[in-house]
Structures are given as structure tokens and as C-alpha cells.
């Protein structure tokens, strides 16, 4: 089953505009954490946000989460061509070992 | 430094015919493993997970079995692939719960 749901499921910029991908899950979390994969390639990390934390950056990378509405969002400012890729949120929960992905959004960024 | 090892790259293997995909670690010792299996253009899907020798989490009882017989080995398996087998297989592996995970490059699977 998938935890988090990403919105939108597509979204296409062009260079130098912000991105901002939303996630939303059901359950209690210890963590959120976001992935980007290139096309045909394995995840890569990219930040981790826990729960007791509302706000997250790494470089151009912003993450935020708000336990209350149980919603995420990452924002890429000042997008490049080479951040096109898939992303991902995932959810760590509280109890056991899952990390459980949701649907992901293919972001196109234009030259 | 810590990688992880997933193959083969890409598979073609016929309806009724047997799986065995091997993900292994190195640098590294007791992670945690992960199975997930991604239909084209859609999200993961936890197929196992493994926090120890022996140790196998289902969380879609399916065609699929895995094994964990060595500490930085895991094992993906079917007796017989049906054609919905068909998909991108990605191995990862995190040192304890609660922390990132890293992925292999994964293995594409076509069943016809």
C-alpha cells in the first residue's frame, strides 16, 4: 500500500522557475523523507525531515511538514534542466522497519 | 564506504519460468533491506523487507518470496513469473529504521 501521495503527478517549468511538489499521507510518522530518481535508475536521497521539525534546507532544496494537516512539500528553487527527474516522498513511521513511497511527481524543467 | 550491488540490470525471462534477483551490500553490517517493486511511471511498492538473517517482512503475499541468508545479502525469488511479475525491481538498504535509505540501480523484468 502507499502511504504518501504526491501532488501533482506531473509538472513542467521552465529554467530558473520554482518547483513545489506536495505530499500527503495518513498515519503517524517518525520521519518524511524525500527521493529523486532519474529515469530507469535507482531513488537517491535527497532530505529527511522529522517529525518534530517544520522546515528542512539543503542548497536549492526546501522541505517543509506540517504533522497536523499530515502534508509535505518540497520546493527546488531556481530549477535547472538537470533537476528533470521523478520525486518522491516517503514515509518512516513510528513502529517496525517500512518506508513506504507514494506515486511520485515527473518534473520536466525546460532549457 | 558502504554500496550496494543489484543485478542483473535487465531481464527477460519467460512466463513459468523461475526468478532469482540478488542484492548485496558492502561496508556495512546488520542493515536493513528492502524489496520494492515500481510499475512504469507509478511509485514503489514495499514488496519485504528484512531486519536480520532469516527475518522476512511480506507486505503483498503475491508470486514473490525473499530470503536473507547472509547478513548483507537478500534474495528475491519465484518459482513460476506470470506476466503482472513484469516490472522494476529495486533493492535498498538503510543501517536502522528512522534513517535514509540507499538504493541499487535496479533490475527491469519482462515476463512474456
Known amino acids: 500500500s502507499q502511504q504518501g501521495e504526491e501532488d501533482p503527478q506531473a509538472l513542467s517549468i521552465q529554467e530558473g522557475e520554482n518547483a513545489t511538489m506536495n505530499c500527503s499521507y495518513k498515519?503517524?510518522?517518525?520521519?518524511l523523507q524525500w527521493y529523486r530518481q532519474n529515469s530507469g535508475r535507482g531513488l537517491v536521497h535527497l532530505i529527511l525531515?522529522?517529525?518534530?521539525?517544520r522546515e528542512k534546507h539543503s542548497g536549492r532544496l526546501s522541505v517543509t511538514l506540517d504533522t497536523s494537516k499530515k502534508s509535505s512539500s518540497l520546493l527546488i528553487t531556481a530549477s535547472r534542466a538537470a533537476d528533470t527527474a521523478s520525486y518522491f516522498c516517503?514515509?518512516?513511521?513510528?513502529?517496525?522497519?517500512?518506508?513506504?513511497f507514494g506515486g511520485g511527481t515527473r518534473l520536466m524543467v525546460k532549457p | 564506504s558502504q554500496t550496494i550491488h543489484q543485478w542483473p540490470a535487465t531481464l527477460v525471462q519467460p512466463v513459468g519460468s523461475p526468478l532469482s534477483l540478488e542484492c548485496t551490500v558492502e561496508?556495512?553490517?546488520?542493515?536493513?533491506l528492502y524489496w520494492y517493486r515500481q510499475a512504469a511511471g507509478r511509485g514503489l511498492q514495499l514488496l519485504f523487507y528484512?531486519?536480520?538473517?532469516?527475518?522476512i517482512s511480506s507486505e503483498v503475499p503475491q508470486n514473490l518470496s525473499a530470503s536473507r541468508p547472509q547478513d548483507r545479502q537478500f534474495i528475491l525469488s519465484s518459482k513460476k513469473l506470470l506476466l503482472s511479475d513484469s516490472g522494476f525491481y529495486l533493492c535498498?538498504?538503510?543501517?536502522?529504521?528512522?534513517?535514509?535509505?540507499?538504493f541499487g540501480q535496479g533490475t527491469r523484468l519482462t515476463v512474456v
Open positions: 528484512s531486519v536480520g538473517i532469516g527475518q
Open positions: 498515519t503517524s510518522i517518525n520521519n
Open positions: 525531515i522529522r517529525s518534530n521539525e
Open positions: 535498498a538498504w538503510r543501517h536502522s529504521r528512522h534513517t535514509e535509505a540507499f
Open positions: 561496508g556495512t553490517s546488520n542493515p536493513n
Open positions: 516517503a514515509t518512516d513511521a513510528d513502529a517496525g522497519n517500512m518506508l513506504t
